[in-house]
DNA sequence: ATCCAGGCAGATG
DNA sequence: CATCTGCATGGA
């Protein structure tokens, strides 16, 4: 058993193994975290959670212990996705990184953070994310901020959201929040990978990369892999079948965060 | 100071 | 279809 739903806002994991807590907060798909003295807090659009990390368990205290399930991915055994992923070089990243999970995130807020996150660095779009939660987010009672809704994210302006940071990419924001509005997640949902694709890339700020980014955290479509400026680099260095597997593979997305922590987080040599 | 950051849009071959 | 360029902004 990896985890365990104990009450209404309570999920224990077990399996440490594969639920890394730091090098999930470190993989690049989660960037409204903080450490605490025992392991972290994370928001996901309105929820919070608090992982307290033990040496044979990780105990989630949070609002929504069902959401938080689903949000860590807790029914995918990750054994048997690395299984499929061992190759040499995935091997070593997979030594490091292995306990990461492909969490299923708020898709509204992937949109907007991915937007923000291109030609960026994480370091600043982190603080320029947070802001936009602070001034526009539901402050949830001792925990924090909300991610705005899209009720929220309308009444946003371009000069506003060119006081938060985002530099050119305010006009992007402003159009993509209206073209959100017009979609339906539930309907996105059911569509191939394909078709999801070609709706996300009509959204404005919206190409390959950060649409990749957006089927993997939000529609968790494991065999899309974001191919930033950090896995450009390193895919050169692997063997063809390596290549196969982070461009063509069943599990791609995963193999991907695996190498994108190792290199960026960890400042790991393939 | 120059280069880069989880790239994208628009223009030009 | 492929390649080139401008882009806000702060950190290295």
Redo the contacts with the bound molecule.
């Keep these: 058993m990896i985890a365990q739903i104990i009450n209404p806002h309570q999920i224990e994991v077990y399996d440490l193994s594969q639920f890394d807590a730091y090098a999930i907060m470190h993989?690049?798909?989660v960037f409204r975290y903080q450490t605490t003295n025992t392991g972290f807090t994370v928001w996901s659009a309105a929820h919070w959670a608090e992982l307290r990390i033990f040496p044979d368990k990780v105990i989630i205290k949070c609002d929504d212990a069902a959401y938080f399930y689903r949000y860590f991915d807790l029914t995918t055994d990750y054994r048997i996705i690395k299984n499929a992923l061992a190759f040499p070089k995935l091997q070593k990243v997979m030594e490091v990184g292995g306990g990461i999970r492909i969490l299923q995130g708020d898709w509204v807020e992937m949109v907007i953070s991915?937007i923000i996150?291109?030609?960026?660095?994480?370091?600043?779009f982190t603080k320029t994310l947070n802001a936009l939660c602070e001034s526009y987010g539901t402050q949830i009672a001792g925990h924090g901020y909300a991610f705005p809704t899209l009720t929220q994210l309308a009444t946003i302006t371009v000069a506003d959201w060119?006081a938060l940071?985002c530099?050119?990419r305010d006009q992007?924001l402003m159009k993509a929040v209206q073209q959100l509005g017009q979609m339906d997640f539930t309907v996105l949902q059911t569509l191939s990978t394909d078709a999801l694709n070609k709706a996300l890339?009509a959204?404005?700020?919206?190409?390959?990369?950060?649409?990749a980014?957006i089927m993997l955290f939000a529609f968790h479509r494991l065999e899309v892999?974001?191919?930033?400026?950090?896995?450009k680099k390193a895919i050169t260095q692997l063997t063809l079948d390596e290549q196969a597997v982070i461009l063509h593979g069943q599990y791609a997305g995963v193999a991907?965060?695996y190498i994108?922590y190792a290199l960026?987080h960890l400042h790991q040599t393939l």
């Design positions: 993989s690049g798909q991915f996150s291109a030609n960026n660095n994480i370091k600043r060119r940071g530099g050119y992007y890339l959204m404005a700020g919206v190409g390959p990369k950060v649409a980014c892999a974001p191919i930033d400026t950090w896995l991907q965060q994108f960026q």
